[in-house]
Every structure is written in C-alpha cells, then in structure tokens.
C-alpha cells in the first residue's frame, strides 16, 4: 500500500445513541474520527425524474483507506468529504491482507 495515496481527510459519520430529556435511548448523526483516504471517482450516470425537471446524478466513489483507521465502520455509516455525503454500499479487504480497506460509496444528487 503507498501511503502518499491517503490525500484527503474524509469524516466518518454515524448514528450514535444518546439519551435524551425523556431518559430515553434515542440516536442523532455526529462525526466519529477523520481519516486520511485515497478518493477514487468509479462510475456515474443521470436520469430525469418523470413529469418534473429534475436531474438526479448518482456517483459511485472508491475510499481506500488504511485497515486500522477502518476495521470499525460499518454500512449503516457515511463518509463527509467536501461538503458532499457519500453512503457506504460495501466494504471490501482486498486478499484479506488486513493492511487496507476499499470502501464502495454512492453519493445521491438531486
């Protein structure tokens, strides 16, 4: 793995329980940790909704990422990287090397 490829610092996010006024277990979205990550575009297409003017874009991105800084996320989470959020579809460990992570994300535009 070349380490000069984890460029960017990205957020995790997630669904963390809290407990609220009620003492009730309830979840809100907070960050997690920020990592470093190399940010790969893989696909994309556009489609317009029918009856409205509406252009929605889906875009799939490649985050790979060191295995330490990613054995704990899990799918039900979403990377924050410029603004833009990107939902987690998989996680791959390429060879089963424990030394990297591909995380296979689907940023929703529209």
Known sequence: MNVGNL????????????????????????????IWAEVIPQTGNMSKRQGVETIMTNVTHKFVVRYNSGKDITSDMWFLYRGHKFDIRFILNPYFSNEKLEIFCEEVVG
Request: proline content about 4%; cysteine-free.
């Open 7 to 34: 460029r960017y610092k990205i957020e995790l996010w997630g669904n963390v329980e809290f407990t609220n006024e009620l003492l009730e277990t309830d979840t809100r979205p907070e960050a997690i940790k920020s």
